[in-house]
């Protein structure tokens, strides 16, 4: 109770919040977490599913699992921390979110100041040429095409083995070195480059504040860090918030 109170003090008097957020909070809403595929799809490692080469192999394999992803995820709902990131960010005057979910969820709850570092399930891409489009299409047996210039699309999300768009890199640490409080929210910290945004806070001073089920790598490092439910913790931080 008084982490909470302190994390909601600290945000309070904060000029500039940056949230960082993970899979645990999309796991709150019943999406499936990215290392482990469940039911279905336990035959498969990450790596059959989730890499340029699989892709190449098998488009159909692949886009049969992000449009199964699609139905989950449409099928899903924002919970009670996306809810608070939304609030946050209409009380504070400086927000940004940066987030490692692909599916949207953050957007459906109603935050707009939305990073997604790893790309967007509902977004596609040629693999030739510039071309992208948004699309909530589910493929069976036709794979989507590009309009331009006839090869296959992909969505248009970040795959092992695959770097971060150089720019959604450098507006990320830029984000995080204008802050001055930083709200780290359901993730393991272990992906990289995404946990060196956490390391980078925590290495320039910022009074970071973690809420994640389980400690991670930087817990003790945190200004704070609290474990339990985003979806439990962030509601009772916000009673703090004031307006
Ligand atoms: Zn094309």
Redesign the pocket.
């Known amino acids: 109770m008084e982490k909470i109170k302190l994390a909601a003090e600290i945000i309070n008097k904060s000029e500039f919040t940056v949230v960082l957020t993970g899979a645990g909070v999309s796991a709150e809403s019943g999406i499936p977490t990215f290392r482990g595929p469940d039911g279905l799809w336990k035959k498969y490692s990450p790596h059959q599913l989730a890499t340029y080469e699989a892709f190449l192999k098998n488009p159909n394999l692949v886009w049969e699992w992000y449009s199964w992803r699609r139905e989950k995820i449409k099928a899903a709902e924002p919970n009670p921390a996306h809810i608070s990131i939304a609030r946050l960010e209409r009380i504070k005057e400086k927000f940004y979110l940066i987030t490692q979910n692909i599916d949207g969820l953050h957007k459906r709850a109603g935050s707009q100041k939305v990073i997604e570092f790893h790309g967007n399930i509902w977004k596609e891409k040629?693999i030739?040429?510039d071309?992208k489009r948004e699309s909530y299409e589910i493929y069976k047996d036709e794979l989507p095409k590009?309009p331009?210039?006839?090869?296959l699309l992909r969505p248009d999300v970040v795959w092992f083995g695959e770097p971060i768009d150089h720019d959604i890199l450098q507006i990320s640490f830029d984000l995080v070195e204008e802050a001055d409080c930083v709200l780290v929210v359901g993730t393991s910290a272990v992906v990289y480059p995404f946990a060196g945004l956490i390391e980078f806070s925590i290495k320039s001073q910022k009074k970071v504040i973690e809420v994640n089920l389980e400690p991670t790598p930087f817990s003790d490092l945190c200004y704070i860090s609290i474990q339990g439910k985003a979806g439990e913790i962030l509601p009772q931080i916000l009673n703090y918030i004031v307006r």
């Open positions: 040629c030739s040429c071309f590009c331009n210039c006839g090869n």
